[in-house]
């Protein structure tokens, strides 16, 4: 059974920093590209963050560009997203998701071709 689990989330003040992980088990995550989402309460779903496997390229959302950095560790199965110099407009529920290709296209960011979802991790940024 494919599952995605996300872990890390927490309440950081303004200018912290979170690690959040992305646990896959019933495959592996050598043939897949992951993408990283969040949905803030009011709005609509924005990709945050993508990676492909093989050269492992990443793709980042304006809004998070400079401040969090995508990776992943296939002998663990594991994404991570690790999130610096967070703002209150970064709190959201964070998902990961995996994608049929091995590659991150030109609109992952819309999720649409995300076959698997985690069930998300709250993150809060607040003083």
């Not at 897949?32 to 989402?37: E, N, P, Q, R, S």
């Not at 950095?69 to 703002?87: E, H």
């Amino acid at each position: 059974q494919v599952q995605l689990v996300e872990s890390g989330g927490g309440l950081v003040q303004p200018g912290g920093s979170l690690r959040l992980s992305c646990s896959a088990s019933g495959f592996t995550l050598d043939y897949h590209a992951i993408g990283w989402f969040r949905q803030a309460p009011g709005k609509e779903r924005e990709g945050v963050a993508c990676i492909s496997n093989g050269d492992g390229s990443t793709h980042y959302a304006d809004s998070v560009k400079g401040r969090f950095t995508i990776s992943r560790d296939n002998t663990k199965n594991t994404v991570y997203l690790q999130m610096n110099s967070l703002k209150p407009e970064d709190t959201a529920v964070d998902y990961c998701a995996r994608d049929l290709i091995w590659y991150c296209h030109s609109d992952w960011y819309r999720g649409g071709s995300m076959s698997s979802w985690g069930q998300g991790t709250q993150v809060t940024v607040s003083s």
